[in-house]
Protein backbone atom coordinates (compact mmCIF):
# COMPACT_ATOMS: atom_id res chain seq x y z
CA UNK A 1 0.00 0.00 0.00
CA UNK A 2 1.07 3.77 -0.51
CA UNK A 3 0.58 5.33 2.08
CA UNK A 4 -0.70 9.02 1.17
CA UNK A 5 -1.10 12.25 3.35
CA UNK A 6 -3.02 14.80 1.33
CA UNK A 7 -2.12 18.32 2.18
CA UNK A 8 -4.09 21.19 1.07
CA UNK A 9 -5.17 24.95 1.86
CA UNK A 10 -7.51 24.11 -0.58
CA UNK A 11 -10.48 21.66 0.20
CA UNK A 12 -13.96 22.20 0.13
CA UNK A 13 -15.98 21.84 3.67
CA UNK A 14 -19.43 22.16 4.83
CA UNK A 15 -19.05 26.46 4.53
CA UNK A 16 -17.49 26.54 1.48
CA UNK A 17 -18.99 23.42 -0.48
CA UNK A 18 -17.50 24.58 -4.09
CA UNK A 19 -14.06 25.21 -2.42
CA UNK A 20 -11.36 23.60 -4.26
CA UNK A 21 -13.56 21.08 -6.44
CA UNK A 22 -10.62 19.66 -8.22
CA UNK A 23 -8.47 19.17 -5.51
CA UNK A 24 -11.56 17.39 -3.77
CA UNK A 25 -12.26 15.16 -6.92
CA UNK A 26 -8.62 14.69 -7.64
CA UNK A 27 -8.16 13.23 -4.11
CA UNK A 28 -11.23 11.26 -4.20
CA UNK A 29 -9.85 9.74 -6.96
CA UNK A 30 -6.80 8.24 -5.51
CA UNK A 31 -7.88 7.46 -2.22
CA UNK A 32 -9.97 4.83 -4.11
CA UNK A 33 -7.22 3.69 -5.45
CA UNK A 34 -6.81 -0.23 -4.53
CA UNK A 35 -3.11 0.43 -3.84
CA UNK A 36 -3.31 3.82 -1.72
CA UNK A 37 -4.43 4.63 1.46
CA UNK A 38 -4.91 8.08 1.99
CA UNK A 39 -5.25 10.94 4.99
CA UNK A 40 -6.06 14.41 4.05
CA UNK A 41 -5.01 17.53 6.34
CA UNK A 42 -6.83 20.55 5.41
CA UNK A 43 -5.64 23.20 6.96
CA UNK A 44 -7.31 26.90 6.86
CA UNK A 45 -6.85 30.05 8.05
CA UNK A 46 -8.33 31.72 11.38
CA UNK A 47 -7.38 34.76 13.26
CA UNK A 48 -4.86 34.63 15.91
CA UNK A 49 -7.94 35.33 18.79
CA UNK A 50 -10.99 34.59 19.92
CA UNK A 51 -12.48 38.16 19.72
CA UNK A 52 -11.97 38.01 15.86
CA UNK A 53 -13.21 34.93 14.67
CA UNK A 54 -16.74 36.12 15.89
CA UNK A 55 -16.23 38.33 13.23
CA UNK A 56 -18.91 37.36 10.20
CA UNK A 57 -16.45 36.42 7.95
CA UNK A 58 -14.65 34.01 10.13
CA UNK A 59 -18.07 33.21 12.91
CA UNK A 60 -18.45 29.90 10.81
CA UNK A 61 -15.39 28.46 9.18
CA UNK A 62 -14.39 28.37 12.84
CA UNK A 63 -16.69 26.24 14.15
CA UNK A 64 -15.53 23.22 11.84
CA UNK A 65 -14.34 20.09 13.80
CA UNK A 66 -10.97 19.51 13.64
CA UNK A 67 -11.62 16.15 12.01
CA UNK A 68 -14.51 14.51 10.12
CA UNK A 69 -14.87 11.89 7.48
CA UNK A 70 -15.49 13.80 4.29
CA UNK A 71 -17.06 11.61 1.19
CA UNK A 72 -15.26 8.28 2.39
CA UNK A 73 -12.11 10.32 3.78
CA UNK A 74 -10.58 11.00 6.86
CA UNK A 75 -9.68 14.55 6.78
CA UNK A 76 -8.25 17.12 10.06
CA UNK A 77 -9.03 20.33 9.57
CA UNK A 78 -6.79 22.78 11.80
CA UNK A 79 -6.93 26.51 11.92
CA UNK A 80 -3.75 28.00 11.39
CA UNK A 81 -3.39 31.76 12.94
CA UNK A 82 -3.34 34.23 10.11
CA UNK A 83 -2.61 38.06 10.13
CA UNK A 84 -4.51 40.72 7.78
CA UNK A 85 -2.25 41.94 5.40
CA UNK A 86 0.79 40.51 6.26
CA UNK A 87 -0.50 36.85 6.87
CA UNK A 88 0.76 35.82 3.25
CA UNK A 89 3.86 36.07 3.85
CA UNK A 90 3.48 34.47 7.53
CA UNK A 91 1.12 31.43 6.41
CA UNK A 92 3.62 28.37 5.59
CA UNK A 93 5.46 29.02 8.72
CA UNK A 94 2.21 29.20 10.67
CA UNK A 95 0.80 26.22 8.58
CA UNK A 96 3.87 24.40 9.68
CA UNK A 97 4.25 25.43 13.12
CA UNK A 98 0.44 24.37 13.72
CA UNK A 99 0.99 20.87 12.06
CA UNK A 100 4.38 19.90 13.83
CA UNK A 101 1.89 18.29 16.86
CA UNK A 102 -0.82 17.23 14.40
CA UNK A 103 1.17 15.63 11.73
CA UNK A 104 3.53 13.73 14.65
CA UNK A 105 0.41 12.25 16.02
CA UNK A 106 -0.93 11.40 12.49
CA UNK A 107 1.91 9.11 12.18
CA UNK A 108 1.45 6.81 15.28
CA UNK A 109 -1.45 5.46 13.61
CA UNK A 110 -0.71 6.20 9.78
CA UNK A 111 3.04 5.93 8.77
CA UNK A 112 2.40 7.98 5.76
CA UNK A 113 4.70 7.11 2.75
CA UNK A 114 4.85 11.06 1.19
CA UNK A 115 3.73 14.24 1.41
CA UNK A 116 0.77 15.20 -1.51
CA UNK A 117 0.72 18.70 -1.75
CA UNK A 118 -2.03 20.08 -3.59
CA UNK A 119 -1.45 23.62 -4.35
CA UNK A 120 2.08 25.37 -4.45
CA UNK A 121 1.74 28.16 -1.95
CA UNK A 122 1.58 28.35 0.78
CA UNK A 123 1.00 24.62 1.25
CA UNK A 124 4.45 23.85 -0.68
CA UNK A 125 7.07 25.35 1.86
CA UNK A 126 5.08 24.13 4.97
CA UNK A 127 5.21 20.98 2.81
CA UNK A 128 8.67 20.32 2.56
CA UNK A 129 9.68 21.19 6.09
CA UNK A 130 7.16 18.47 7.41
CA UNK A 131 8.76 16.01 4.79
CA UNK A 132 12.18 16.72 6.05
CA UNK A 133 10.79 16.28 10.00
CA UNK A 134 9.08 12.95 8.97
CA UNK A 135 12.06 11.69 6.47
CA UNK A 136 9.50 10.90 4.01
CA UNK A 137 9.51 12.49 -0.11
CA UNK A 138 6.98 15.30 -1.19
CA UNK A 139 5.21 16.17 -4.42
CA UNK A 140 4.19 19.94 -4.85
CA UNK A 141 1.62 20.46 -7.36
CA UNK A 142 1.33 24.25 -9.12
CA UNK A 143 -1.88 25.12 -10.55
CA UNK A 144 -1.27 28.45 -12.32
CA UNK A 145 -2.74 31.02 -9.37
CA UNK A 146 0.14 30.16 -6.65
CA UNK A 147 2.64 30.49 -9.51
CA UNK A 148 1.67 33.58 -11.01
CA UNK A 149 0.61 35.35 -7.84
CA UNK A 150 2.87 34.40 -4.78
CA UNK A 151 5.24 34.14 -7.74
CA UNK A 152 5.13 37.90 -8.49
CA UNK A 153 5.88 38.89 -4.34
CA UNK A 154 9.51 38.78 -3.32
CA UNK A 155 9.22 37.18 -0.07
CA UNK A 156 6.93 34.33 -1.55
CA UNK A 157 8.58 33.81 -4.57
CA UNK A 158 12.19 33.07 -2.47
CA UNK A 159 9.97 30.33 -0.67
CA UNK A 160 8.12 29.32 -3.67
CA UNK A 161 11.13 28.69 -5.10
CA UNK A 162 13.26 27.49 -2.17
CA UNK A 163 10.35 24.88 -1.71
CA UNK A 164 10.49 23.71 -5.39
CA UNK A 165 14.17 23.09 -5.44
CA UNK A 166 13.95 21.05 -2.14
CA UNK A 167 10.73 19.17 -3.45
CA UNK A 168 10.97 15.55 -4.41
CA UNK A 169 8.96 15.83 -6.95
CA UNK A 170 6.82 18.48 -8.89
CA UNK A 171 3.32 18.62 -10.92
CA UNK A 172 2.01 21.27 -13.10
CA UNK A 173 -1.59 21.38 -14.57
CA UNK A 174 -0.14 22.48 -17.82
CA UNK A 175 3.07 22.38 -20.59
CA UNK A 176 2.82 26.34 -20.31
CA UNK A 177 3.16 26.49 -16.44
CA UNK A 178 5.85 23.81 -16.08
CA UNK A 179 7.91 26.16 -18.71
CA UNK A 180 6.96 29.30 -16.74
CA UNK A 181 8.39 27.21 -13.38
CA UNK A 182 11.24 26.63 -14.89
CA UNK A 183 11.89 30.32 -15.96
CA UNK A 184 11.36 30.66 -12.11
CA UNK A 185 14.59 28.48 -11.69
CA UNK A 186 12.88 25.43 -10.57
CA UNK A 187 14.34 22.11 -11.89
CA UNK A 188 12.43 20.91 -15.14
CA UNK A 189 13.77 17.63 -14.94
CA UNK A 190 11.50 17.02 -11.51
CA UNK A 191 8.72 18.71 -13.28
CA UNK A 192 5.38 16.49 -15.03
CA UNK A 193 2.60 17.66 -16.18
CA UNK A 194 -0.48 16.39 -14.65
CA UNK A 195 -3.91 17.35 -16.51
CA UNK A 196 -7.00 17.24 -14.78
CA UNK A 197 -9.85 15.07 -15.02
CA UNK A 198 -13.46 15.35 -15.86
CA UNK A 199 -16.16 13.15 -15.23
CA UNK A 200 -17.04 12.70 -18.94
CA UNK A 201 -20.27 10.68 -17.62
CA UNK A 202 -21.63 13.69 -15.82
CA UNK A 203 -20.36 16.70 -18.17
CA UNK A 204 -21.60 15.59 -21.75
CA UNK A 205 -23.77 16.81 -24.28
CA UNK A 206 -27.39 17.29 -23.89
CA UNK A 207 -30.64 18.48 -25.23
CA UNK A 208 -29.28 22.43 -25.88
CA UNK A 209 -32.68 23.65 -26.38
CA UNK A 210 -34.10 21.85 -23.51
CA UNK A 211 -31.32 23.08 -21.55
CA UNK A 212 -31.98 26.29 -22.16
CA UNK A 213 -35.66 26.21 -21.78
CA UNK A 214 -35.15 24.97 -18.63
CA UNK A 215 -33.34 28.11 -17.54
CA UNK A 216 -35.96 30.11 -19.12
CA UNK A 217 -33.63 30.99 -22.03
CA UNK A 218 -34.63 31.50 -25.56
CA UNK A 219 -32.15 32.53 -27.91
CA UNK A 220 -27.81 32.33 -28.54
CA UNK A 221 -26.48 31.73 -24.43
CA UNK A 222 -23.30 32.41 -23.42
CA UNK A 223 -21.72 31.25 -20.08
CA UNK A 224 -18.90 32.50 -17.82
CA UNK A 225 -17.63 30.48 -14.47
CA UNK A 226 -15.50 31.23 -11.84
CA UNK A 227 -14.52 33.49 -8.76
CA UNK A 228 -16.05 36.69 -9.59
CA UNK A 229 -12.49 38.64 -9.19
CA UNK A 230 -10.81 41.01 -11.58
CA UNK A 231 -8.38 38.24 -13.17
CA UNK A 232 -11.36 36.42 -14.72
CA UNK A 233 -12.52 39.15 -16.84
CA UNK A 234 -16.05 38.57 -15.89
CA UNK A 235 -16.31 42.92 -16.59
CA UNK A 236 -14.88 42.39 -20.18
CA UNK A 237 -18.24 39.79 -21.22
CA UNK A 238 -20.54 41.80 -20.04
CA UNK A 239 -18.82 44.77 -22.01
CA UNK A 240 -18.80 42.46 -25.06
CA UNK A 241 -22.52 41.86 -24.90
CA UNK A 242 -23.01 45.22 -25.83
CA UNK A 243 -21.76 44.09 -29.56
CA UNK A 244 -23.63 41.17 -29.56
CA UNK A 245 -27.35 42.09 -29.70
CA UNK A 246 -30.38 39.42 -28.89
CA UNK A 247 -27.73 37.18 -26.71
CA UNK A 248 -27.80 36.13 -23.36
CA UNK A 249 -25.23 35.92 -20.68
CA UNK A 250 -25.00 34.06 -17.46
CA UNK A 251 -22.41 34.59 -14.87
CA UNK A 252 -22.03 31.98 -12.11
CA UNK A 253 -19.52 32.24 -9.33
CA UNK A 254 -19.14 34.15 -6.13
CA UNK A 255 -16.54 36.96 -5.48
CA UNK A 256 -15.41 40.60 -4.37
CA UNK A 257 -16.28 42.03 -7.83
CA UNK A 258 -19.70 41.33 -7.98
CA UNK A 259 -21.15 44.95 -6.52
CA UNK A 260 -19.38 46.29 -8.99
CA UNK A 261 -20.31 43.80 -11.72
CA UNK A 262 -23.68 44.50 -10.65
CA UNK A 263 -23.67 47.94 -11.13
CA UNK A 264 -21.84 47.55 -14.55
CA UNK A 265 -24.51 45.92 -16.03
CA UNK A 266 -27.16 48.48 -14.63
CA UNK A 267 -24.88 51.40 -16.02
CA UNK A 268 -24.75 49.60 -19.68
CA UNK A 269 -28.51 48.51 -19.46
CA UNK A 270 -27.76 44.77 -20.04
CA UNK A 271 -30.22 43.74 -16.80
CA UNK A 272 -32.46 41.82 -19.51
CA UNK A 273 -29.71 40.07 -20.65
CA UNK A 274 -27.05 39.43 -18.42
CA UNK A 275 -27.49 37.77 -14.55
CA UNK A 276 -25.73 36.74 -11.99
CA UNK A 277 -26.25 33.51 -10.72
CA UNK A 278 -24.33 33.82 -7.80
CA UNK A 279 -22.54 30.37 -6.65
CA UNK A 280 -23.73 27.16 -7.69
CA UNK A 281 -22.98 23.54 -6.72
CA UNK A 282 -20.69 21.82 -9.21
CA UNK A 283 -23.65 19.32 -9.76
CA UNK A 284 -25.65 22.20 -11.45
CA UNK A 285 -22.79 23.26 -13.76
CA UNK A 286 -23.02 20.42 -16.03
CA UNK A 287 -26.24 21.22 -17.48
CA UNK A 288 -25.77 25.13 -17.39
CA UNK A 289 -22.41 24.55 -19.59
CA UNK A 290 -24.23 22.18 -21.61
CA UNK A 291 -27.10 24.97 -22.07
CA UNK A 292 -24.98 27.24 -23.30
CA UNK A 293 -23.47 27.79 -27.42
CA UNK A 294 -20.48 29.20 -25.55
CA UNK A 295 -18.52 29.26 -22.42
CA UNK A 296 -16.12 32.60 -21.72
CA UNK A 297 -13.51 32.97 -19.75
CA UNK A 298 -10.80 35.83 -20.57
CA UNK A 299 -8.76 35.08 -17.60
CA UNK A 300 -5.71 37.16 -17.47
CA UNK A 301 -3.80 34.09 -16.15
CA UNK A 302 -4.58 30.98 -15.88
CA UNK A 303 -2.73 27.06 -15.51
CA UNK A 304 -5.22 25.05 -17.12
CA UNK A 305 -8.52 26.00 -15.94
CA UNK A 306 -11.04 22.95 -15.03
CA UNK A 307 -13.84 25.06 -16.72
CA UNK A 308 -12.66 25.01 -20.22
CA UNK A 309 -12.55 21.34 -20.03
CA UNK A 310 -15.27 20.35 -18.40
CA UNK A 311 -17.48 23.33 -20.90
CA UNK A 312 -15.60 21.25 -23.55
CA UNK A 313 -16.61 17.82 -22.61
CA UNK A 314 -20.21 19.17 -22.33
CA UNK A 315 -20.03 20.19 -26.26
CA UNK A 316 -19.70 23.27 -25.99
CA UNK A 317 -17.27 25.43 -27.57
CA UNK A 318 -14.50 28.10 -25.45
CA UNK A 319 -13.77 31.39 -26.01
CA UNK A 320 -10.72 31.98 -23.70
CA UNK A 321 -7.69 34.02 -23.70
CA UNK A 322 -4.30 32.58 -24.75
CA UNK A 323 -2.62 31.99 -21.18
CA UNK A 324 -1.52 29.26 -19.58
CA UNK A 325 -2.44 25.78 -21.17
CA UNK A 326 -4.98 27.44 -23.23
CA UNK A 327 -3.44 25.66 -26.44
CA UNK A 328 -3.28 22.65 -25.14
CA UNK A 329 -6.85 22.52 -24.76
CA UNK A 330 -8.10 24.82 -27.54
CA UNK A 331 -5.74 22.57 -30.32
CA UNK A 332 -8.83 22.21 -32.96
CA UNK A 333 -11.26 24.72 -34.59
CA UNK A 334 -13.75 22.86 -32.82
CA UNK A 335 -12.72 23.66 -29.59
CA UNK A 336 -13.37 27.32 -29.41
CA UNK A 337 -11.26 30.36 -29.92
CA UNK A 338 -8.30 31.89 -28.24
CA UNK A 339 -8.76 35.96 -28.51
CA UNK A 340 -7.11 39.07 -27.25
CA UNK A 341 -8.41 40.35 -23.83
CA UNK A 342 -10.49 42.92 -25.19
CA UNK A 343 -14.30 43.01 -25.32
CA UNK A 344 -14.33 43.47 -29.20
CA UNK A 345 -12.02 40.27 -29.56
CA UNK A 346 -13.80 38.49 -26.62
CA UNK A 347 -17.34 39.28 -28.83
CA UNK A 348 -15.44 38.69 -32.20
CA UNK A 349 -14.94 35.06 -30.94
CA UNK A 350 -18.27 34.57 -29.44
CA UNK A 351 -20.09 35.66 -33.03
CA UNK A 352 -18.41 33.56 -34.21
CA UNK A 353 -18.94 30.53 -33.15
CA UNK A 354 -22.34 31.42 -33.03
CA UNK A 355 -22.54 31.92 -36.67
CA UNK A 356 -20.66 28.92 -37.23
CA UNK A 357 -21.36 26.43 -34.94
CA UNK A 358 -18.91 23.10 -34.26
CA UNK A 359 -21.56 20.14 -33.56
CA UNK A 360 -21.55 19.26 -29.34
CA UNK A 361 -20.37 15.52 -30.42
CA UNK A 362 -17.23 17.42 -32.24
CA UNK A 363 -16.33 19.91 -29.63
CA UNK A 364 -16.48 17.32 -27.11
CA UNK A 365 -14.12 14.63 -28.36
CA UNK A 366 -11.30 17.61 -28.15
CA UNK A 367 -11.06 16.45 -24.59
CA UNK A 368 -11.71 12.74 -24.51
CA UNK A 369 -8.20 12.25 -23.22
CA UNK A 370 -9.19 14.20 -20.16
CA UNK A 371 -10.03 12.09 -17.63
CA UNK A 372 -9.84 11.23 -14.06
CA UNK A 373 -8.70 7.42 -14.57
CA UNK A 374 -5.55 8.47 -16.32
CA UNK A 375 -5.10 11.65 -13.47
CA UNK A 376 -5.41 8.96 -11.07
CA UNK A 377 -2.92 6.86 -12.65
CA UNK A 378 -0.46 9.41 -13.37
CA UNK A 379 -0.42 10.98 -9.68
CA UNK A 380 -0.54 6.66 -8.20
CA UNK A 381 2.80 6.22 -10.41
CA UNK A 382 4.39 9.95 -9.59
CA UNK A 383 4.35 9.21 -6.25
CA UNK A 384 5.15 5.79 -5.84
CA UNK A 385 8.25 6.58 -8.09
CA UNK A 386 9.32 9.22 -5.14
CA UNK A 387 8.71 6.34 -2.74
CA UNK A 388 10.91 4.31 -4.18
CA UNK A 389 13.42 6.73 -5.50
CA UNK A 390 14.09 6.96 -1.37
CA UNK A 391 14.61 3.02 -1.38
CA UNK A 392 11.60 2.98 0.81
CA UNK A 393 9.47 1.15 -1.49
CA UNK A 394 5.74 0.77 -0.82
CA UNK A 395 4.79 -1.81 1.46
Not at 85 to 99: A, C, F, H, V
Not at 204 to 223: F, N
Not at 278 to 290: N, S, V, W
Not at 366 to 390: G, S
Request: with cysteine; charged share 20%.
Amino acid sequence: MLRVLTLSTLFPDRTRPGFGGFVERQTLGLAAHPGVELRVVAPYAAPPTAWAKRHPAYREISQLPPRETWKGIDVHRPQFPALPLIGGRLNPWSIWWTLLPLLDAIREDFPFDVIDAEFFYPDGPAAVWLGRRHGVPVSIKARGSDIHLWGGIAASRRMLVAAGRAADGMLAVSGALRDDMIAMGLPGERIMVHHTGVDQAVFRPRDRPAAKAALGIAGPLVVTAGNLIPLKGQGLVIEAMRSLPGVTLLIAGRGPDRERLAAQIAAEGLGDRVRLLGALPHEKLPMLFAAADVVALPSASEGLANVWVEALACGTPIVITDVGGAREVVGRPAAGRLVERTPAAIAAGIAGLLADPPSPAEVAETVRDFTWERNTEALYAHLTALVQARGDGVK
